[in-house]
């Protein structure tokens, strides 16, 4: 079973705050994606990245694939109560046998206070 | 319709009772997943569909689940002798082909919250 472990688990900040966020695996991805889900609601794809290395920016929010696609991070600038919300992470593991399933984490609960 | 929806939002049902779960994907989209979210966890995968065929349907816990896509569009899950620890949100996602080319990217309807009393 290949795992993806987020950290940390609960994030509390003040607005304007800058924070970074961690998905780690022992496993290789083809692919990684982050959601951000709010309650009630199902997740919602901010971005996927796919090659070792790469970095991609979706306005505040700064998005890192590790350079083995075993790890990811969310590095988000000047947070707003906006971005509160649980940020998934979600793994392709490619197995090649045609399944493509995703395998997520646990979640980073994030709280940014006014 | 332009997202993915999911019938009923609640369903609340008595232990051994037997619940239906509806998922409409998004038009044109030929690959459906099925997850479950428990209190605290995220996503974990039930099963896949491309087309009419699950293609993948390791993730399902034991054989009280079940899940068809007659016609290659709306999927039923179906959850027989319903036991507490089935309780959780049910999540459905549709993406365009499942395959590698579009990075599989899958999109969520909103979940149906089950509750077994």
């Known amino acids: 079973t290949q795992l993806l472990e987020q950290s940390p688990q609960f994030l509390s900040i003040q607005e304007g705050e800058n924070l970074t966020v961690y998905c780690n695996s022992s496993?290789?991805?083809?692919?990684l994606q982050w959601y951000r889900q709010e309650p009630g609601e199902g997740p919602v794809l901010l971005v996927t990245?796919?090659?070792?290395?790469e970095v991609k920016k979706l306005k505040r929010l700064t998005f890192q694939f590790g350079d083995a696609r075993k790890d990811s991070s969310l590095h988000i600038t000047a947070a707003q109560p906006g971005d509160t919300g649980l940020y998934l992470c979600a793994g392709d593991p490619y197995s090649g046998a045609g399944s493509y399933q995703l395998t997520f984490g646990k979640g980073t609960k994030l709280s940014v206070i006014p | 319709g332009a997202g993915v929806s999911q019938t009923p939002s609640n369903k609340v049902t008595e232990k051994g009772k037997y619940v239906e779960l509806r998922c409409d994907p998004i038009s044109g989209h030929t690959a459906l997943y099925w997850y479950r979210q428990s209190l605290g966890q995220g996503p974990e995968f039930l099963i896949y569909f491309q087309g009419t065929g699950a293609a993948d349907d390791s993730g399902l816990p034991n054989d009280r689940f079940f899940a068809v896509r007659p016609e290659g569009s709306v999927s039923t899950l179906k959850i027989q002798r319903t036991e507490r620890g089935d309780s959780a949100v049910y999540l459905c996602?549709?993406?365009?082909?499942?395959?590698?080319?579009?990075?599989?990217?899958?999109?969520f309807g909103p979940g149906t919250r089950l509750t077994v009393l």
């Open positions: 496993s290789v991805f083809s692919s």
């Open positions: 996602a549709s993406s365009l082909m499942g395959g590698r080319n579009a990075y599989n990217e899958q999109f």
């Open positions: 990245v796919v090659t070792g290395g």
